[in-house]
């Protein structure tokens, strides 16, 4: 069965950086488009970067866009978000997310991770 | 960007309640629309893509609707596991935003 495991969340302080990985099993890795998506404790959710299955396409939400850099590595059916200059409002549950279908357009999100928390404080 | 609304934001309903949630998009996005559920401490699970296709598992009191910027998610008669928040989320163009959400709680 399809398993998304996200890790590297912690506090961190603001202006620092963090980078989450999410390690997939259960499916082709590589037919697959990934994605990031966040939820502040108790706020609703808020999408925030994709790569495409081959790497080549990469997409940002505009509140991280220049901050993060979403990246995939095939060969260890993993997909990274690298955040810089974290701020207060990125604390959040990261969420790694797969495409519904393979090698398709921009698509629903039919499996999720169980996320993971990044609080940025001093 | 393309911004997303759901109305309402909370509604209270019964046990085998007819509910429906409507999803607008500030511009077109064709049949590009999906819908979550979510349950508190839970990540969101898929219920329909493609605007109105029921995801694999999914029950069929669910059932949803629209095309450019209306939709709607209809549950025909709510059971107590389906109280929930619900997203719509569009998949037209990047960046795929969702909207703010509807709690659904027990009345």
């Known amino acids: 069965q399809v398993q998304l495991v996200e890790s590297g969340g912690g506090v961190v302080q603001p202006g620092r950086s963090l980078r989450l990985s999410c390690v997939a099993s259960?499916?082709?890795?590589?037919?697959?488009?990934m994605h990031w998506v966040r939820q502040t404790p108790g706020k609703g959710l808020e999408w925030v970067a994709a790569?495409?299955?081959?790497?080549?396409?990469?997409n940002y939400a505009d509140s991280v866009a220049g901050r993060f850099i979403i990246s995939r590595d095939n060969s260890k059916n993993a997909v990274y978000l690298q955040m810089s200059s974290l701020r207060a409002e990125d604390t959040a549950v990261y969420y790694c997310?797969?495409?519904?279908?393979?090698?398709?357009?921009?698509?629903?999100?039919?499996?999720w991770g169980q996320g993971t928390l990044v609080t940025v404080s001093s | 960007d393309i911004q997303m609304t759901q109305s309402p934001s909370f509604l209270s309903a019964s046990v085998g309640a007819r509910v429906t949630i409507t999803c607008r998009a500030s511009?077109?996005?064709?049949?590009?629309l999906n819908w979550y559920q979510q349950k508190p401490g839970k990540g969101p699970t898929l219920l329909i893509f493609?605007?109105?296709s029921l995801q694999t598992g999914v029950p069929t009191r669910f059932s949803a609707s629209g095309s450019g910027t209306e939709f709607t998610l209809t549950v025909s008669s709510l059971q107590p596991e389906d109280f929930a928040t619900y997203y719509c989320?569009?998949?037209?163009?990047?960046?795929?935003?969702f909207g703010p959400g509807t709690k659904v709680d027990i009345k």
């Open positions: 997310a797969r495409d519904s279908r393979p090698r398709y357009d921009w698509d629903s999100l039919a499996s």
């Open positions: 259960g499916f082709t890795f590589s037919n697959f488009d």
């Open positions: 790569v495409s299955y081959h790497g080549l396409d990469k």
């Open positions: 511009q077109s996005v064709s049949r590009h």
């Open positions: 493609g605007a109105s």
């Open positions: 989320q569009q998949s037209s163009s990047a960046p795929f935003t």
